[in-house]
């Protein structure tokens, strides 16, 4: 069974709508990344409105700044000075200490190491000797770190492979569902750069600083603990803290294991299927994370109070008590050292300050999260939402659904500022927003599809006798559709082909070729009456009625139609070089077309002309009669474009005109000028058509005036000036053989120059 058009306009009403909503929702469930870097784009946006407030807890960066190495030397520092550091801090009252440094390399300063660059001389076994006696750098820094105690070293894992993992000295459980691996979960590495092992087992604790940025380079959560590729004996594959949960651990002096809760876990409500990491309990602090162990940071923004330059603690430039209970990292923000980072608030930021935030929102129980439900709510939200939207617009039209369904969808946007910002939950508004948007207009294009379609039909019915521009004007006011009609002041065409006759005869055994031809010409000579807003009245065999300025008003209507004539002269030209080519390619005999076109303008009756049975919008009037004429006379004088006196007036300083004659055309007593239409504006401008006007009216003046030698010498200059102007050879041979006649025959003394046409 075959379905009608309709109605299977009608089951795709339903069908696409639907097929877009399961799309979006596929989308979101496989997470795309052009739909995650939305989502991301529209929390840094909540942070931006709505930063986390700073309260100062005690974090401190000891920054390696570009004033440190100025005044201290350039990186990398002896780890003797190092040493000094954490000394420094530790006396100073840093409870803990945290390096977002990485000491993969021996250091270079150390005396044996040093020695081994010296010349070779005499005393050099004695220097080596006494170099290698003395303590290595490496070896003092890690027992000052073992002897100061609560320090934290960094490792950063990578995709370098290495033979010996780094030390593993915070460790993790698990609790969740039996069978499932941590690392199901979390980021796997397979390589890391690692401290110097006397500096790894030196240190109350070993961490990770990588912070992940997004795909578009912007941090906003950074791994809580990630896996290294590495099996080890009994436990399988070693997974580090990052730097300040680590941090978190020593501070509080708590056990090495840390334990994590999979969404599985024993008390963890879950009313989905999602799986993955939910919180990981440090000591008495429990961190919520997404399913991949990330912690979302809410960020302060760069704030000047955490940092501390290195070198003011090295050369004890800071107040008594500044360190005092608390918590210190010590990395870079110099540009040389490549720390830098970007965040929602920050186009740069050292990479150390996103741990120092980290460990201030430890410290203070600030968390933000996405929960692990708000995925399954928001695909929820879309669906309800979205099946609204395809079965209500077929039924109720595009308003009311749009206002209840806009309703709702920016009440969810709202809930999601208000979770944000009260909660610190971070529920996403936009993309649901965005697929809610495509699908009700999915919907609501196929019904205006629909409608258009079923008025298409009518206005198609109705074009086949009407303008189109008459048939949309009474698609809006039927009541139009009446007979009768107004009084408008209207610019009026007509369009003939000259030697239709001749053409005809050529087609005597083709009648079909005729129409072919009449149709290959009239289309592009409608189009480019119709593409400037005039309307068509009627065709009559190889004649175009137009008119402007109704059923539409059409300003500056005399323009148009100036500017359609020449795009028709110019179109007729494309149409004769295709017809000459296809001549030569089938050797047969061509014959060019050509157009002869008269433009008028004046007040006319237009409407709805005819009977009660039948009727059709024309128009009516004296200036309608005058334009016929015109183009009538376009043969006459030798031009292919004749103006009507008051067209040439409205368009003079725009188009190109010059003054033909002074003609009272057959039917009417009253004699009027006429005009020849040359060119636009810009010949219009040229010098060379500014001369040739002038000549042109000296001699029409001479003309009229009877001064038949004065207008013959003219003519001549005419005939030279003109070149490149227009086709006027024709009218300066009409001129003259007037002249030569009225040598013979003068006219009558009261002759005022006005010829009295005698053909149409």
């Known amino acids: 069974m075959r379905l009608s058009k309709n109605s299977l306009l009608r089951v795709l009403h339903y069908l696409i709508p639907l097929g877009i909503l399961l799309t979006c929702i596929f989308l979101r469930w496989q997470d795309v990344p052009f739909v995650d870097q939305m989502r991301m784009s529209v929390f840094d946006t909540y942070q931006r409105i709505a930063p986390r407030p700073f309260e100062d807890v005690g974090v401190r960066i000891i920054d390696i700044d570009e004033k440190s190495l100025e005044e201290l030397g350039q990186w990398p ?47 050099i076994g004695e220097i080596t000797a006494l170099a290698e006696s003395l303590p290595d750098h490496d070896s003092l820094f890690a027992k000052f770190i073992r002897g100061t105690g609560q320090v934290v070293t960094a490792i950063q894992l990578s995709t370098k492979k290495l033979e010996t993992p780094p030390r593993q000295i915070g460790n993790f459980s698990v609790s969740g569902e039996a069978g499932r691996q941590l690392s199901d979960f979390i980021a796997v590495l397979p390589g890391a750069a690692k401290n110097l092992d006397v500096i790894e087992d030196a240190a109350r604790g070993n961490a990770l600083v990588n912070v992940s940025p997004g795909q578009d380079g912007v941090v906003r959560r950074v791994p809580l603990l990630a896996a290294l590729d590495y099996d080890l004996p009994a436990i399988g594959m070693p997974i580090y803290p990052t730097l300040s949960m680590e941090m978190l651990r020593v501070l509080q002096d708590a056990p090495r294991t840390m334990n994590v809760r999979l969404s599985g876990a024993s008390g963890s409500a879950r009313w989905t299927q999602s799986e993955g990491v939910e919180a990981i309990r440090v000591g008495a602090v429990t961190i919520p994370t997404d399913y991949a162990g990330y912690m979302w940071v809410h960020f302060t923004g760069h704030k000047p109070e955490r940092y501390i330059s290195a070198v003011d603690v090295m050369t004890d430039k800071l107040p008594a008590d500044s360190l005092r209970n608390t918590y210190v990292l010590i990395g870079t923000s110099a540009a040389g050292l490549l720390d830098l980072r970007s965040t929602p608030l920050d186009r740069v930021l050292p990479g150390v300050e996103v741990h120092a935030e980290m460990l201030e929102q430890m410290l203070l129980g600030h968390f933000l999260t996405r929960p692990y439900w708000a995925a399954e709510s928001e695909s929820l939200v879309l669906l309800l939402i979205g099946l609204f939207f395809v079965f209500a617009v077929p039924r109720l039209g ?33 993309y649901p927003l965005v697929s809610l948007l495509a699908v009700y207009l999915a919907t609501s294009s196929i019904g205006f599809m629909r409608t258009e379609g079923e008025r298409r039909q009518v206005r198609t019915a109705f074009g086949n006798y009407l303008s189109p521009a008459l048939v949309n004007e009474l698609s809006r006011h039927p009541e139009r559709l009446k007979l009768g009609g107004e009084t408008r ?16 005869e050529g087609f005597k055994s083709n009648p079909q070729g005729l129409t072919r031809l009449i149709n290959r010409l009239l289309t592009p000579l409608t189009k480019c009456i119709l593409d400037r807003e005039g309307t068509i009245d009627k065709y009559m065999g190889d004649c175009i009625m137009a008119f402007w300025n109704a059923p539409l008003d059409v300003e500056n209507h005399a323009h148009h139609a100036c500017d359609s004539a020449l795009a028709m002269r110019q179109a007729l030209d494309v149409l004769n070089t295709e017809r000459l080519a296809e001549a030569k390619r089938d050797n047969e005999p061509f014959l060019p077309l050509n157009i002869g076109i008269g433009i008028n303008c004046g007040d ?157």
């Open 77 to 123: 520092w002896p780890r003797t000075r190092l040493a000094g550091l954490v000394y420094r801090l530790r006396s100073a009252g840093a409870r803990v200490v945290g390096f977002d440094v990485v000491f993969a390399e021996p250091d270079r300063t150390s005396p044996a190491r040093v020695v081994k660059d010296w010349p070779k001389g005499r005393e």
């Open 398 to 430: 595009a308003v009311w659904p749009a206002v209840i369904g806009g309703t709702l969808a920016f009440g969810a946007a709202g809930i999601s500022w208000w979770a944000y910002d009260a909660k610190l939950l971070l529920i996403d508004p936009v």
């Open 489 to 504: 002041d209207m610019t009026l065409m007509f369009c003939d082909v000259r030697g239709f006759t001749s053409i005809s």
């Open 604 to 760: 006319c009756l237009v409407g709805n002309m005819g009977s009660d049975q039948r009727f059709d919008y024309s128009v009516l009037g004296d200036a309608v009669n005058l334009a016929s004429r015109l183009e009538g006379q376009s043969k006459n004088y030798g031009v292919d474009i004749v103006l009507g006196e008051e067209v040439a007036k409205r368009v003079e300083n725009d188009f190109a005109t010059l003054e033909l004659d002074l003609i009272a055309v057959k039917g009417k007593s009253e004699a009027v000028h006429i005009f020849a239409l040359l060119g636009d504006g810009k010949l219009c401008q040229t010098d060379a058509f500014r001369n040739c006007v002038a000549l042109h009216k000296s001699m029409l003046a001479a003309y009229r005036q009877q001064q038949w030698q004065e207008a013959e010498n003219l003519i001549a200059q005419c005939r030279q000036a003109s070149r490149g102007i227009g086709a006027l050879a024709g009218l300066y041979d009409m001129y003259a053989e007037r002249i030569a006649t009225f040598r013979t025959s003068p006219p009558p003394a009261d002759w005022n120059g006005v010829f009295v046409a005698t053909s149409k």
